[in-house]
């Protein structure tokens, strides 16, 4: 199968792809997080260097290194912006898969939190938003964007093309792709374009997303 896909539609392309979730630490034991497995951004990782592209990928998952890439093994969700950061203009898309926090414990305690200790309340504060930080810094870099909702897909997927200045937005309905080997995704572009794909296996939504970004790059001219 893999022949089948070796046409190297994204050769000489470096790519960015993050996976996975982020951890935020509360103390030296314990971390919040999320459901993401990062099979998802693995999959676009493997798929775009069997495209051809030179990858690195980002990961806070628990998966072992796939072969014929860069992996950076990543915790936060500022650990996971710094890597993205620093590589970022050097890059000629970025793929964003990650699950990233979208909060953090404001304080992260230097030794076990004791039960002893009584209630505990929790205050957390914003992390960064990379993909919202990447939109505003482009300069030619494709940017694809997911979003994973448990109602108004369609609405939200809009909005979230927009305001990160996004050229693809990959959405699913959250029943649709956490902990599966398959998902159901919709594609939507800058251009007002919209391509619903059956429900495959991730490996196949991993090609249908390289094609699409392929495609972009043909009509950006690059
Ligand atoms: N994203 C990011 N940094 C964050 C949060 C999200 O880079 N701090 C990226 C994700 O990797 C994904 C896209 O933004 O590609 C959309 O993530 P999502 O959680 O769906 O959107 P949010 O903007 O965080 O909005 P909300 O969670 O409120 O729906
Ligand atoms: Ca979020």
Redesign the pocket.
């Given at each position: 199968i893999e022949s089948q896909f070796s046409i190297q539609k994204l050769s000489g392309k470096k790519l960015l792809v993050?996976a996975g979730p982020t951890k935020e630490a509360l103390d030296p034991i314990r971390f919040l997080s999320n459901q993401s497995s990062g099979k998802m951004g693995y999959a676009i990782a493997e798929a775009a260097r069997q495209a051809g592209a030179e990858v690195t990928l980002i990961s806070g998952a628990s998966l072992s290194d796939p072969k014929g890439m860069t992996v950076v093994h990543v915790t936060s969700?500022q650990e996971m912006h710094d890597a993205v950061m620093q590589r970022f203009a050097t890059c000629d898309a970025v793929i964003?898969?990650?699950?990233?926090?979208?909060y953090r414990p404001e304080h992260v305690a230097s030794r076990k939190i004791k039960k002893s200790d009584g209630p505990m309340t929790l205050t957390m504060v914003r992390?960064?938003?990379?993909?919202?930080a990447l939109g505003e810094h482009k300069t030619d870099q494709l940017l694809v964007?997911?979003?994973?909702?448990t109602d108004h897909l369609e609405d939200?997927a809009k909005k979230?093309l927009k305001s990160?200045h996004l050229d693809m937005l990959v959405a699913n309905h959250a029943s649709d792709g956490f902990g599966s080997e398959t998902n159901k995704v919709t594609l939507y572009f800058a251009d007002g374009r919209k391509q619903a794909l059956e429900r495959m296996q991730k490996q196949q939504v991993a090609r249908h997303i390289c094609n699409a970004l392929s495609g972009l790059f043909e009509m950006s001219g690059s």
């Open positions: 993050t969700a964003k898969a990650a699950a990233v926090a979208d992390n960064p938003d990379i993909l919202k964007g997911f979003a994973a909702e939200y979230k990160k």
